[in-house]
C-alpha cells in the first residue's frame, strides 16, 4: 500500500523533498544535456552515485513526470530516459540556481574557510 501524504502545509514539499536528495538535480541535467539517455550512460556520467541511488532518484522523477522513461523490448531490453515537457519548465529555474552558486562561490568558499 502506497502511504498517502498530506501536503496541505506546503504545496512545494514534493519538489522540495527531491530537491533534498543530492543527486536528483544532477540527474536531471545530465539528462537534459543528452537525451534520451541510457541508464548506463547515465550511470558512466556520474561516477560517484550507486547504480541503486541512480534507479531510485529515475523512478522518483518519472513518478512526478519530470523525465519520461521508455522501455524498448530489445535483447536484451534497453530504457531511455528524456526530460518531459513538464520537467523543461523546470529546466530555467535550475540553471538559475547552478548560475547564481557560480557567481557567488569564491563568497561561499570564503564564508565557509571563516567559519571552519
Partial sequence: MVKKLDYAYCKAAPMLEWLGNKWTLVVLMKISE???VR???LYR????VSEKV???VLRQLAADGIIRSELFADVPPRTEYSVTDFGKTLLPHIEAL???GRDNFDTIMSNRQKQG
Fill in 34 to 36: 543528452k537525451e534520451p
Fill in 39 to 41: 541508464f548506463n550512460e
Fill in 45 to 48: 556520467t556520474i561516477p560517484s
Fill in 54 to 56: 541512480l534507479s531510485q
Fill in 98 to 100: 547552478i548560475n547564481w
